[in-house]
């Protein structure tokens, strides 16, 4: 695109926030201010991811852009072409091809590989906000590691439910010292997280916050001994590719209670399908 | 069989025309031109220009335009322009005491040195709705013409402080953060907060130095002067090492005179709010002046439990840019979670029916 | 390329000393593929990585530590640098960054800065921690210290031939303050590996 640098940053910036990712990287599960910038997208809609890959992103990379773990979501499809147009690289749908995947609430159900990067989206990187909004006040318990909070929201949750009421935004912790949120992804993508081979970025723009996730380095989701952490799916096979450990979209098919369940990840299910195909 | 929704592109490429087309409305009108919007909706173009932290007249009208008179929008639009630019450094402190004044009002004093002048307000003016308008047509009769004022006008500020009664500012030479650089981490100093407070949306400071005046903080405020008029814009660039002259902006200014019981260090006297803001926005420098007070509750030992005096609750939600694409991104899709809450509720409601 | 990086080329700062020796061929995309290195060698520490280079270097500097500076240095960064007065000249004018001694700088090139004189930040704020670009004889892979730690999934042997001389003993010392902590990038010929604080070193 004329009159933009490639991938729209420009250096300093690209700089900066490069800065910032190595300092991530370099403290697992720490949320690294940055100086985010305005995007010409909407704060909300994927600022950070979109600054973190835009400053990660090289002419040889394979982009791949998912939301809700669908590369054909209105904003996956937006952010998609806003990097085929400032980067000219190319894009994919196929979690295997990509080298870049920018993601918004899921992981892919594909286990990644070394050679891949997974970009999320973070809309509120605080694991500990809800309980306590002040800024000045969790960073002071980061540094602390003061978790007692949110153990005591989550024995709180099982006094009043007998389990863990937290299905999304599971908070995990990291290399064993950071409290970290894993982005509204469903706590049934949680487990994936831990020893992942890929390197996994986290960008909030708007909250102006990086965090990073090293390759082979432990994520365990908070639970106490006697309720284990369990990740929860719709106890159904997907009705396209009969996948029963996939992670499910219920699709309503009529107003009287008519529903089917189909994979979240499209890439995964269309995959399964064509190998059912194949061996029919 | 079940078919998964495709095409999301050629839906948005479709939405993006239809939009163009509603934006032009009906084509047997005459297009409105950005000049045009830039010089008969001036105030619009200057709240734009305030939200959206860029002092471009053109750039605000064509933006308004562009947003089909969304103001939150058109700050965006400036602002995600406005970060593509390269940086050459920062101006010197506009001097508002050396302003070409077009309008400048005490609420302190009945009169006073280059005394009270009205300018271009709709103070006063009856709110009934002049149908002469909507006819399309003529040019207002012109207002009269007086002598330009040779009369130095000094704050009213600077005035009380002489007598001792108000607190002076401290002097600081330290090059001021930049909040659209570095994140801001609290406390915030005043200048990055006066910062945020620039940039902040008109109607979350409005309510907010609201609140103050009906209790939520109440810091006895007074107008001690709103000035609204221009002022030149020196730079000194590093490699010359003198300053030049970068031309005039209009900007409004507003200094709160507000009461300070005092301390153990500090006699009693008079404190000030400050607001400052591009173009001619009285009701965003007002209510930023005394948001500006609210905030300095804690550094003056006084209670600090209300909205408007946490600096925290008000500079992380001032910014309309970032609250409006936060809030409007709830209509993102967020079935995946949902999906999880839904699956969450039905486990927890078949626990509640097995222990009947 | 682009009309508006200023930072491309380089932030000249006044009464730079003028170089003859240039920056990246490519500002923007030898800049992207450095830091790829970098960011892999972080990810993965003691994996060797190599970096594009200037086509001509100062005398002083690595080609590796050389395009470490480009891709990360600049104008916003506080740096200590003690690598002779061509390589200040060449670094002054293609990062333009301002100079401090070693305990206030963000990035270090100086072999005789020791790696607990460096800022290791504070409990709140550890990204403060300063970033070492340490100049070694040779880098390889296979044998040598054993590293293990976030980023390795058992363990990584790196040989690091010309490390200072307590640098293992110190590394203790700089391991045991983390999430505090100074992050190293090792620098031989176009080759880098990287040690961030979390990192545990044990010899080989």
Not at chain 1, 168 to 196: C, E, H, T, W
Request: proline letters at 7%; one cysteine or more; hydrophobic letters at 40%.
């Amino acid at each position: 695109m004329s009159g933009y640098n490639f991938a729209y940053l420009d250096e300093s910036t690209k700089r900066m926030i490069r800065r910032a990712i190595l300092k991530a990287v370099a403290i697992p599960g720490h949320q690294v201010p940055f100086g985010s910038r305005e995007m010409p997208l909407p704060y909300g809609w994927g600022t950070g991811g979109i600054q973190v890959t835009a400053a990660v992103l090289g002419p040889t990379d394979v982009l791949k852009v998912i939301d809700q773990g669908s590369d054909d979501t209105t904003n996956a499809v937006s952010i998609r072409a806003f990097f085929r147009r400032t980067a000219g690289i190319a894009t994919t749908e196929s979690t295997d091809a990509a080298t870049i995947i920018q993601t918004r609430h899921r992981i892919p159900e594909r286990k990644l590989r070394e050679d891949q990067i997974l970009v999320y989206q973070v809309p509120i990187p605080e694991p500990l906000g809800r309980l306590e909004p002040r800024i000045a006040e969790t960073r002071r318990m980061h540094g602390m590691a003061d978790y007692g909070l949110m153990h005591v929201k989550l024995y709180e949750d099982i006094a009043r439910h007998g389990h863990i009421a937290t299905s999304y935004s599971y908070p995990v912790m990291v290399n064993g010292r950071y409290l970290m949120s894993p982005s509204p992804i469903p706590a049934f993508d949680n487990p994936k997280m831990d020893q992942m081979p890929a390197l996994q970025l986290f960008g909030a723009g708007r909250e102006k916050r990086i965090y990073a996730v090293p390759p082979y380095t432990s994520v365990k989701s908070l639970d106490f001994d006697d309720h284990p952490f369990r990740p929860i799916r719709a106890p159904h096979a997907c009705e396209l590719c009969g996948s029963r450990d996939t992670y499910l979209d219920e699709v309503l098919t009529d107003d009287v209670g008519g529903r089917i369940f189909v994979c979240s990840d499209t890439d995964f299910c269309a995959e399964r399908q064509a190998m059912k195909e194949a061996a029919e | 069989m079940y078919v998964a929704t495709k095409g999301g592109e050629r839906a948005i490429g479709a939405a993006h025309a239809w939009l163009n087309e509603a934006r032009r409305g009906d084509p047997a009108l005459p297009e409105l031109t950005a000049a045009q919007v830039e010089a008969q909706l001036g105030l619009a173009v200057d709240r734009v220009m305030a939200e959206g932290s860029c002092h471009d007249r053109g750039l605000a009208a064509l933006a308004v335009k562009q947003s089909r008179g969304d103001l939150i929008e058109a700050a965006f639009l400036l602002r995600a322009y406005r970060t593509t630019l390269p940086r050459f450094g920062a101006s010197q402190p506009l001097d508002t005491n050396a302003m070409t004044i077009q309008r400048r009002i005490s609420a302190t004093y009945k009169d006073l040195p280059g005394g009270q002048v009205l300018g271009p307000t709709f103070d006063y003016t009856h709110r009934l709705l002049d149908f002469r308008l909507a006819a399309a047509g003529g040019l207002p009769s012109g207002a009269p013409e007086a002598e330009p004022s040779t009369e130095a006008t000094p704050r009213v500020t600077e005035m009380l402080a002489r007598e001792g009664l108000m607190q002076r500012e401290p002097a600081c030479e330290d090059e001021p953060g930049d909040l659209t650089r570095e994140p801001l981490s609290f406390p915030a100093d005043r200048s990055l907060r006066l910062q945020a407070l620039a940039r902040g949306d008109e109607g979350f400071l409005l309510s907010l130095g609201y609140s103050t005046q009906r209790g939520y903080g109440n810091n006895h405020p007074f107008v001690g002067e709103i000035r609204m008029g221009e002022v030149a814009v020196g730079f000194t660039p590093p490699e010359l090492g003198f300053e030049i002259d970068l031309g005039d902006i209009t900007v409004t200014e507003c200094q709160m005179v507000n009461q300070f019981k005092g301390s153990r260090t500090e006699p009693p006297q008079f404190t000030r709010g400050y607001g400052l803001v591009f173009g001619h926005g009285e009701r965003k420098a007002m209510s930023m002046a005394l948001v500006d007070r609210s905030l300095r509750a804690a550094d003056l030992g006084e209670a600090a439990d209300a909205p408007a005096q946490q600096q925290e609750f008000v500079l992380s939600h001032c910014d309309n840019v970032e609250a409006t694409g936060f809030v409007e991104h709830l209509k993102l899709p967020h079935y995946v979670d949902f999906q999880s809450e839904l699956e969450n509720v039905r486990t927890m409601r078949a626990s509640v029916e097995a222990a009947k | 390329m682009s009309t508006n990086a200023p930072g491309a080329t380089g932030t000249k700062s006044p009464g730079a000393t003028s170089t003859t020796f240039p920056g990246f061929a490519d500002p923007v995309l030898d800049a992207q593929a450095s830091f790829r290195a970098v960011l892999q060698a972080m990810s993965r520490p003691g994996q060797v990585q190599r970096v594009p280079h200037p086509p001509e270097l100062p005398p002083g500097l690595s080609p590796a530590a050389a395009a470490v500076l480009l891709t990360l240095v600049d104008a916003e960064t506080r740096l200590c640098l003690n690598a002779g007065p061509v390589a200040a000249a060449w670094v002054r004018f293609h990062c333009g960054a301002p100079l401090v001694a070693a305990g206030a700088a963000q990035f270090v090139l100086d072999s005789e800065a020791g790696l607990l004189a460096l800022d290791p930040g504070n409990e709140e704020e550890p990204e403060r921690g300063a970033t070492l670009i340490l100049e070694v004889a040779a880098l390889a892979e296979g044998s040598g210290w054993k590293l293990t730690g976030p980023g390795i999934r058992d363990e990584h042997r790196l040989q690091v031939r010309g490390a200072p001389a307590n640098f293992l003993a110190d590394w203790v010392t700089n391991r045991a303050r983390t999430p505090c902590g100074v992050d190293v990038i090792l620098c031989a010929g176009d080759a880098i590996a990287a040690l961030p604080r979390s990192v545990a070193i044990e010899e080989g």
